[in-house]
T-cell receptor, first 113, second 112 residues
Framework: ETGVTQSPTHLIKTRGQQVTLRCSSQ?????VSWYQQALGQGPQFIFQ?????ENGRGNFPPRFSGLQFPNYSSELNVNALELDDSALYLC??????WGLGYTFGSGTRLTVV | DAKTTQPPSMDCAEGRAANLPCNHS???????VYWYRQIHSQGPQYIIH???NNETNEMASLIITEDRKSSTLILPHATLRDTAVYYC?????????????FGKGTLLTVNP
């Protein structure tokens, strides 16, 4: 148990649909990041939110968007789903004290058919 | 962030020390070395990090060479539960964006 909860754990969507993935934490944190992990690959950075504002983005198109809420929860939204979006999506939180590292959730397995 | 190179896989006998190497020859002076591991079907787990000096915590030890171009993660007494993919990451923590750049990592298999 990492203290970071992601929902749902598994999801199947059809190409062209939209999806919202959620992340919550029991502890206070001010930074949340989202990663995409394709099968057999390391996680790839999507974006990061600090104090409810996006402050960094990886090489992902604008149809990937996010939100961070004052209650420490966060959402990842993906529009116009493509087959290649099938992956494990990971949420990671940290305090601004970087020495603690990131704490990851167990992820949401998204399958696009 | 500097690129890292790790062997794709390693084996270790249960109870023995597991030594996982990482090359980061282009590391710059303000970049830290971080290690994470990912057990099957779970998210990555932070293990340890360091800048110049060797570090030790309850999970592992990190040995960084004097020129900082390589490092070794040591699990002193590997157990079957240590079977996982281990990622070595170099990170500049001086900026405001602390993104982790994962490679493919090393799959460590601990055998009984």
């Amino acid at each position: 148990e990492t203290g970071v909860t992601q929902s749902p754990t598994h999801l199947i969507k059809t190409r062209g649909q939209q999806v919202t993935l959620r992340c919550s934490s029991q502890s206070g944190h001010n930074t949340v990041s989202w990663y995409q992990q394709a099968l057999g690959q390391g996680p790839q950075f999507i974006f990061q939110y600090y104090r409810e504002e996006e402050n960094g983005r990886g090489n992902f198109p604008p149809r990937f968007s996010g939100l961070q809420f004052p209650n420490y929860s966060s959402e990842l939204n993906v529009n116009a789903l493509e087959l290649d979006d099938s992956a494990l999506y990971l949420c990671a939180i940290s305090l601004r004290d970087w020495g603690l590292g990131y704490t990851f959730g167990s992820g949401t397995r998204l399958t696009v058919v | 962030d500097a690129k890292t190179t790790q062997p794709p896989s390693m084996d270790c006998a249960e109870g023995r020390a597991a030594n996982l190497p990482c090359n980061h020859s282009t590391i710059s002076g303000n970049e830290y070395v971080y290690w994470y591991r990912q057990i099957h079907s779970q998210g990555p787990q932070y293990i340890i990090h360091g800048l110049k000096n060797n570090e030790t915590n309850e999970m592992a030890s990190l040995i960084i060479t004097e020129d900082r171009k390589s490092s070794t993660l040591i699990l002193p007494h590997a157990t079957l539960r240590d079977t996982a993919v281990y990622y070595c990451i170099v990170l500049n923590s001086g900026g405001s964006n602390y993104k982790l750049t994962f490679g493919k990592g090393t799959l460590l298999t601990v055998n009984p």
